[in-house]
């Protein structure tokens, strides 16, 4: 069975992320694919214009929640230099779900488990934040990755801690301190971790793409929607 068939058929048992949970009525997709000519109006290089444009189709939609994001790809990833490659390419495909969410809002364990690693991935529109959890399910290990989480969300972590489905977590960070991105959480399924600790690409090339689709499955098991 592939992890994502597995994550499937325990998805009604998974804790929600958030309180109150994300639904179809309570979110709003937010579109940053470079197929949205929104896109072509926005200065990536200004986080509060981000942040305003975020917010406002929230509030406009008269919703709780943003999201979106899974397999998007994005032009956003050209206003930072860490997701340059060889040549003019870009790692521009995003690998997990955003959750846009005001700054504090808590985050909770959907699922029993240990702390693989954290890190403050501080450059810039890096992660911030990080933490890494590691799971098992019917014996097959996996990973969830938490990013652009407040520093508060690092105290008294170690490698190895419990930590219990329904538990506060941790809680999403607001800028600079997120890696200067408009509050949300990046929340990516790992399947093999390789010898990383405290990061994850979240965003691979095109030509990569392949190979990460099935390293890190849709995260949208998690999600009611």
């Known amino acids: ?9 325990h998805r009604k048992s998974f804790h929600p992320l958030f309180e109150p949970d994300l639904t179809r009525e309570n979110t709003s997709m937010i579109d940053f694919s470079i197929d949205n000519p ?4 926005l200065d990536f290089s200004n986080v509060e214009n981000l942040n305003s444009y975020v917010f406002e189709n929230i509030q406009h939609s008269n919703k709780t929640y943003g999201y979106g994001g899974y397999l998007e790809d994005r032009e956003i990833y050209r206003r930072s230099p860490l997701f340059s490659v060889a040549g003019d390419e870009v790692r521009s495909i995003h690998l997990g779900i955003d959750v846009w969410a005001q700054a504090g809002q808590k985050i909770y364990c ?14 810039y529109g890096d992660y911030g934040p990080t933490i890494i ?10 990973y969830t990755l938490f990013g652009h989480l407040d520093s508060d969300s690092l105290y008294n972590l170690f490698e190895g801690k419990k930590v219990k489905k329904g538990e506060v977590l ?18 990516q ?6 010898e990383m600790k405290g990061d994850y690409p979240g965003v691979c090339s095109i030509k990569e793409k392949e190979k990460y689709v099935t390293i890190c499955p849709n995260p949208i ?3 009611n929607l």
Do not use: Y
Request: glycine share 10%.
């Open 170 to 187: 941790c809680r999403i960070g607001n800028f600079p301190v997120n890696g200067d991105w408009p509050p949300h959480l990046h929340f």
């Open 38 to 41: 929104e896109m072509k109006k």
């Open 221 to 223: 098991v998690f999600f």
């Open 110 to 123: 959907p699922l029993d488990g240990q702390v693989h690693s954290f890190a403050n991935n501080d450059n």
């Open 189 to 194: 399924i790992i399947a093999d971790m390789g």
């Open 133 to 142: 959890l590691q799971h098992q399910l019917e014996g097959t290990g996996f």
């Open 1 to 9: 069975m592939t992890l994502e068939n597995l994550l499937k058929k």
